[in-house]
């Protein structure tokens, strides 16, 4: 899609030389630094004084070692996520200021990352020969992070290039030679890092992130013409690896939390590749690329709520500048008004913005336009992703009042997976009722042969059943099978056939569940299935943030409680055939900050049990007020 918009002869014409790319004002620019809001100035002023007040953390190499040696990443990761958010924060505060108040404290993270063995996090050093451990000083490899760091300093070079020389002539040379060292050299030496997308791996947000940070880096820091260009055409090769196979629906099957780094990123690439090329390459005319920035929009249930399959959190923020500008290239208004709705519930104006430094310099030089401009969160009526087989549903549009429900087929071997097929959610006048709980802190186990031990990741702890002692099993070949989806003004519905997410073990033929919005009425999950034998039971686990209670046979109450961040679940109540189904409730407590931080100290599993199931049989749940 990209490679052959130009050829190799058009895009070298086409690149705008070093020298004459200007893709934002420098510190020395005074007066679009000066323009930004005082308030979001103030904020960003006062953060960085935080930051030059405190010591650079040190990172030592056994710190390093955790994740080797019992697979925790967080510990290194803080203090590594500390000094770039400082570095950051700094520079920005020195455009915003211009007085070389935060000079020296650039100076010292600039020379301390440098001086970093490796630019990466302990969890992806296992791309390198030697495997996880220690980094080896003589392979560079290009993760994530790397071309993170390398786009910050590229960033910070050409933001205050000058400001640095006058420390000492020897810190942009020294910056330059770890890009290259780190960086530009390896990308271009490497068609095997499995991000590029060359050796026939399927790729996913890695790709358009690790993209957008090597453009960075190139187009601002290479010095050689030629190098530079070749560059720009492999990256763009590699992007069409990300592209060509994308689901045409726009679907992220990652995720909405993943969004910001696979259809965001690729969002980044694209606004690199025309601003680089004097709009010469310009994909936003392209179907996909339009339908990839509205899948944001309509996957929002309401509020910070989105739809969180695989393993995206429920609470989403997504980049307000990024929304509004993608909206703004794509002429899509809607688009747009979620990025300045964003940017008013981020409370931007007098906050100031927390991203990378190359989504940080568009939205403060942007932030007058952003914050004035109209904001409306869409809210579609529905929406259904045919590839990714994805759907969302509520029950009037633009209004988050009444029911709201998603539910998808797909298979399990989807990028971030769980084994989910079939599974659903519910919200109810925009509060959870019937959740995902979402994926706990990763650590070695979490991108492992041992994925599927952790709970959040089975089908059990899904909206799901247990056949036979039985969960779904991982792989291409666990999918959704006869998927239908069907709406009009009264109802949507997904129905599919789960059997074949099933292993054999469960000796399941058939298992046809429909989920089903009766607008102004209820959510309905109505499941027919077959069994080859008979088996003990079959069990369905529903997890929920509200206080249950099995009221009597055949009904549970799911009543208000206080989450996180003052916000409440729904309620609901729960009808069930009784003479079917026998119905417990289990409590969960919830030990990881982060699921702790999305649904408070815990939340709880319904379960419902079949015993002795008739070889043939269903029932209807029903959601109702």
Not at 58 to 75: C, K, Q
Not at 243 to 266: I, K, M, N, V
Not at 332 to 352: I, K, N, T, V, Y
Not at 360 to 372: F, K, R
Request: hydrophobic share 40%.
């Amino acid at each position: 899609m990209l490679a052959q918009r130009l050829t190799p002869t058009e895009l070298a014409a086409a690149l705008v030389p070093r020298e004459s790319w200007h893709p934002y004002p420098t510190a020395a620019e005074r007066q679009p630094w000066e323009a930004i809001p005082a308030s979001a100035r103030q904020a960003h002023l006062d953060r960085a004084a935080q930051a030059l007040a405190e010591p650079i953390p040190i990172l030592p190499a056994t710190s390093f070692l955790e994740f080797a040696r019992n697979g925790n990443r967080n510990r290194y990761e803080r203090v590594y996520f500390a000094r770039r958010t400082r570095l950051c924060d700094l520079t920005v505060a020195e455009c915003l200021e211009g007085q070389g108040r935060f000079v020296d404290g650039i100076v010292d993270l600039v020379w301390a990352i440098g001086e970093e063995t490796y630019w990466g996090v302990p969890a992806h050093v296992g791309m390198q020969r030697a495997g996880v451990g220690l980094p080896d000083a003589t392979e560079p490899t290009v993760d994530l992070f790397v071309g993170e760091t390398a786009a910050l300093l590229a960033w910070t070079i050409y933001l205050l290039g000058p400001r640095l020389d006058a420390v000492s002539p020897l810190i942009v040379p020294r910056v330059l030679a770890e890009v290259e060292r780190r960086v530009l050299v390896p990308c271009l030496q490497h068609e095997d890092f499995w991000w590029m997308g060359f050796d026939g791996r399927s790729v996913n947000n890695w790709n358009p992130w690790c993209n957008s940070n090597w453009l960075t880096t190139a187009l601002l820091l290479e010095r050689d013409p030629e190098r530079r260009l070749a560059a720009v055409a492999k990256s763009i090769r590699s992007i069409d690896r990300f592209l060509d196979p994308y689901p045409r629906d726009g679907g992220c099957d990652e995720g909405p939390g993943y969004w910001s780094r696979a259809g965001a990123s690729l969002f980044d690439c694209l606004e690199l590749l025309h601003g680089a090329t004097n709009g010469r390459l310009d994909l936003y005319g392209e179907p996909l690329v339009g339908e990839i920035g509205r899948y944001i929009y309509r996957v929002q249930i309401s509020g910070r709520y989105f739809v969180n399959f695989a393993d995206a959190p429920a609470l989403v923020s997504p980049s307000a500048s990024l929304v509004y500008r993608y909206g703004q290239r794509l002429g899509d208004e809607r688009l747009s008004e979620l990025g300045a709705w964003c940017a008013r519930q981020q409370d931007l104006l007098h906050r100031g913005v927390s991203d990378s430094i190359g989504r940080q310099l568009p939205a403060l030089l942007g932030l007058a336009e952003l914050t004035a401009a109209p904001a409306q969160p869409p809210l579609p009526r529905e929406a259904w992703f045919p590839e990714i087989q994805v759907m969302v549903a509520r029950d009037r549009e633009g209004d988050d009042a009444g029911f709201q429900v998603a539910a998808k087929g797909g298979h399990n071997a989807e990028s971030h997976n769980h084994n989910d097929v079939g599974h659903f959610i519910v919200h109810l006048d925009g509060r959870p009722v019937v959740v995902d709980a979402g994926v706990e802190a990763y650590t070695a186990k979490t991108f492992s042969s041992r994925r599927y031990e952790i709970w959040t990741m089975q089908s059990a702890y899904h909206a799901l059943p247990t056949i036979n002692g039985a969960m779904q099993a991982p792989g291409r070949e666990f999918a959704a099978r006869d998927v239908a989806w069907n709406a009009n003004d009264r109802a949507v519905s997904l129905s599919l056939n789960l059997a074949g997410a099933y292993p054999a073990e469960a000796r399941l033929r058939s298992w046809k569940r429909t989920v089903r919005l009766r607008r102004g009425e209820c959510v309905e999950i109505e499941d027919a299935y077959v069994l080859e034998a008979a088996v003990p039971e079959i069990s369905l686990g529903l997890l929920t943030p509200c206080d249950a209670v099995v009221e009597s046979p055949g009904r549970i109450k799911l009543g208000e409680r206080s989450l996180a961040d003052d916000r409440v679940s729904g309620t609901a109540v729960l009808t069930y055939p009784a003479d079917r189904l026998a119905a417990t409730v289990e409590v969960l407590d919830l030990e990881d900050p982060g699921l702790q931080r999305t649904w408070g100290g815990r939340l709880c599993r319904l379960v419902l049990r079949a015993s002795s199931p008739s070889l043939t049989g269903g029932w209807l749940l029903r959601f109702g007020r």
